[in-house]
């Protein structure tokens, strides 16, 4: 399988733990960057920190400064950035945030599970499926 580098943008370092664990309980070796919000989600994007290679950003929707609907709508006007795939991670289950973020072509849309053995199989599909599948 191939290694991803996997952007985790969050604003919650409770949701970041949890990731962070699923990981571990997984055995995910993939690189996890960590942005607060979407502004600094960008900024590293932007700068090269997270390598454009096998890059995926896993994104929460409800974060200060810029919330997940306004990242995925500077992303997608990026012609550098645009066609990166993004699944929105979130603990929102609110239809018009599932048809907008669907709207900005995000690969999938998840809720998070409150259970932690529940989290950590989500973790662990989608890793094998990301793992797999050729990135653009």
């Not at 985790?8 to 070796?29: E, T, Y």
């Not at 690189?31 to 502004?39: C, E, H, K, P, V």
């Not at 390598?51 to 012609?79: K, Q, T, V, W």
Request: net charge neutral; aromatic share 6%.
């Amino acid at each position: 399988m191939k290694t991803l580098n996997i952007l985790l943008v969050d604003d919650d370092a409770v949701d970041v733990m949890n990731v962070q664990r699923a990981f571990k309980k997984s055995n995910i070796h993939n690189t996890l960057y960590i942005a607060g919000d979407g502004r600094q989600a960008l900024e590293l994007l932007r700068n090269g920190t997270v390598p454009s290679s096998n890059r995926l950003i896993l994104l929460d929707l409800n974060m200060p400064r810029m919330n997940g609907l306004e990242f995925l709508r500077a992303l997608r006007a990026d012609p550098e950035l645009h066609a990166t795939p993004v699944v929105v991670l979130t603990t929102s289950n609110d239809e018009r945030d599932r048809l907008q973020s669907y709207a900005h072509n995000v690969a999938g849309y998840l809720v998070k599970p409150v259970a932690s053995p529940a989290f950590v199989e989500l973790m662990t599909a989608l890793n094998a499926y990301w793992s797999r599948v050729e990135l653009p």
